[in-house]
């Protein structure tokens, strides 16, 4: 089967996003390292969409993947919009990604209860920094803040609980009223913000992939099995 991707070039990563797959996201240091990757990446989340219930069946034909669109980082190293961030996003599209965005949440909450606090592990790919659970979930919160504001092109604005998990929360209900609350004019809009252009189909397809982004990461320290979490008893 065939996925087509969007290459997104940054100054020290590579991503690749696909169009179809909400959430799906490879991050790799170069572009051949993504392209490489991102079979099996697809593959495992199509098999997670199936133990959620959003997949008929399981994933079996082999993932071709397609180069749809490359794109390079502006002046500021953020990624200029693709062509399909232009596209107003249907209304399934968009409740498709926001329920992705919450059973993902719902996923993050549980890995980060089963460590220790005190666990730490790298930020992000190449990155020596390390960042404790309750400092991931709070990351994970104040970006989805900035994602919607960046939308109406102001700062945000809402004070979030000092508790991680609540915090978490408090931030998708923020995101998710914020699209709902779109115009039909507002959702077709580009909005510049901090020199970089925004649009609802874009922040769908980065708040949803950086969710699904940092399971690895705990995954990587979780005592919890795997595909327990992911809803298989």
């Known amino acids: 089967m065939q996925y087509h991707a969007l290459l997104d070039r940054w100054h020290s990563q590579s991503l690749l996003y696909f169009p179809d797959l909400p959430g799906c996201q490879v991050t790799a240091g170069t572009p051949e390292e993504a392209l490489a990757l991102a079979p099996e990446v697809v593959s495992q989340h199509l098999s997670w969409l199936h133990t959620q219930h959003l997949l008929a069946e ?8 397609a180069l749809l669109e490359d794109s390079v980082p502006s002046a500021n190293g953020a990624g200029a919009p693709f ?8 209304h399934d599209y968009m409740q498709n990604a926001l329920q992705i965005a919450d059973l993902t949440r719902a996923d993050l909450i549980t890995l980060s209860r089963s460590l220790p606090p005190e666990s730490v592990f790298p930020f992000a790919l190449g990155d020596t920094a390390t960042c404790t659970v309750e400092g991931l979930l709070q990351h994970i919160a104040e970006l989805d803040l ?16 000092d508790d991680p998990v609540e915090a978490l929360e ?10 709902r609350s779109l115009s039909t004019e507002r959702l077709q809009q580009v909005v510049i913000f ?7 189909m874009k922040l769908l397809r980065r708040r949803t992939g950086h969710l699904r982004e940092h399971i690895p990461h705990l995954q990587r320290l979780s005592p919890l099995d795997a595909l327990k979490i992911r809803g298989i008893e």
């Open 194 to 200: 901090e020199g970089e252009a925004w649009t609802p």
């Open 146 to 161: 900035w994602y919607i504001a960046s939308l109406f092109a102001q700062k945000p604005t809402l004070r979030l609980p």
């Open 170 to 179: 408090a931030s998708a209900r923020a995101v998710a009223d914020g699209l």
């Open 83 to 90: 062509q399909t961030d232009l596209q107003t996003p249907p």
């Open 58 to 65: 399981p994933p079996t034909a082999p993932i071709d993947i």
